[in-house]
């Protein structure tokens, strides 16, 4: 089973994907295949808002969403993260949600089972951005509320969180977390 990571934080170095590794790495600790894609590294363009997606059999953009888009709609679990940039998520990471439109529009549901989310802001509008994100995994996934595990904090300078023990349980946490819903779903039921 996979876990797919996707985050939005333009900064090498920077807290959210510190908290992120953190999750994987207890994910694979448990025997879990995992990947990080970190936007920022690759092309995501913003969607063109043309609202004809369902008369292509691919995207008109020629850019990285395609196969990101794959990787999304495949895993068994994903984790997305996310610094809040004015009360909400980072461009990198709206880019990843608006492009997932091509998928609603060809009605494809990803097989996506549970989720996590690690949202880390400076001071203010981590809940808005909470709300955004499970907004985006209920709409793109149907994922309901309670198989998304959340984790938000407080941190501003890159690697800032590396000096907090307890976010860094967290997110082992979260990583752990996921794999227990994971493999619950897919052990045989009893009678
Ligand atoms: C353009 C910009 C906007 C920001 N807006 C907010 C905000 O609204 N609320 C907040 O708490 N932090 C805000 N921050 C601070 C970042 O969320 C914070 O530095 C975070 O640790 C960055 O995460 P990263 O290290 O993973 O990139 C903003 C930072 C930038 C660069």
């Known amino acids: 089973m ?3 990571a996707i985050v939005g934080s333009p900064r090498p170095g920077g ?3 510190y908290l992120v590794d953190q999750a994987l790495q207890e994910a694979a600790a448990h025997g879990f295949e995992t990947e990080k894609i970190i936007l920022t ?19 008109r953009q020629d850019d ?6 794959d990787k999304f709609s495949s895993a068994d679990a994903v984790i997305l993260g996310s610094p809040v940039y004015y009360y909400n998520m980072t461009a990198q990471m709206k880019a990843f949600v608006d492009r997932n439109y091509f998928l609603y529009t060809h009605g494809i549901s990803p097989r996506v089972l549970c989720a996590g989310l690690i949202v880390i802001g400076g001071g203010a509008g981590i ?10 995994l209920k709409l793109s996934a149907d994922i309901p509320d ?3 595990v ?16 307890s976010l860094i349980e967290e997110a082992r946490k979260l990583g752990g977390r ?12 009893s009678v």
Do not use: Q
């Open 64 to 69: 990285d969403a395609p196969w990101i888009l």
């Open 41 to 59: 590294r690759h092309r995501v363009n913003p969607c063109l808002g043309h609202e004809d997606c369902a008369s292509f059999s691919a995207c």
């Open 15 to 17: 807290n959210t994907s």
């Open 178 to 189: 996921l794999t227990e819903i994971l493999a619950s779903a897919h052990s045989p039921k």
């Open 146 to 148: 309670d198989r998304i």
């Open 150 to 165: 959340t984790l938000t904090g407080y941190a501003d300078k890159p690697g800032e969180v590396k000096s907090n023990p």
């Open 2 to 4: 996979k876990i797919v």
């Open 127 to 136: 809940e808005h951005t909470v709300r955004a994100l499970r907004r985006f």
